[in-house]
């Protein structure tokens, strides 16, 4: 089983800027897609933005410009860039990865990061 642990969430003022990081350990043979989603109170799981291996990225339609993700596959590390922070952004944020293991192809999920955007 993978594990992702991610880190860096915390509150911020409108405008501002955090940078979110997630470490994958375990047997891991190879990691397809990373990404990140997010979940806002009374609402459902979003897709933030993903990356492929090769660096294919796909983002959101409301962080397009200011939002950026981006990996290191020797260390089995995404992040997320974000930037220009709005209090709509405020929400429990999950890494997610798509691994290739010893038992087979796998989806994991991180237990989430809190971001609070708020003046």
């Known amino acids: 089983q993978v594990q992702l642990v991610e880190s860096g969430g915390g509150l911020v003022q409108p405008g501002g800027s955090l940078r979110l990081s997630c470490a994958a350990s375990?047997?891991?043979?190879?990691?397809?897609?990373m990404g990140w989603y997010r979940q806002a109170p009374g609402k459902q799981r979003e897709l933030v933005a993903d990356?492929?291996?090769?660096?294919?990225?796909t983002y959101a339609d409301s962080v397009k410009g200011r939002f950026t993700i981006s990996r290191d596959n020797a260390k089995n590390t995404v992040y997320l860039q974000m930037n220009s922070l709005k209090p709509e952004d405020t929400a429990v944020y999950y890494c997610?990865?798509?691994?290739?293991?010893?038992?087979?192809?796998?989806?994991?999920w991180g237990q989430g990061t809190q971001v609070t955007v708020s003046s």
């Open positions: 375990g047997i891991i043979w190879r990691i397809n897609a």
């Open positions: 997610h990865a798509n691994a290739v293991t010893n038992r087979g192809e796998d989806d994991d």
């Open positions: 990356i492929t291996r090769d660096g294919t990225t």
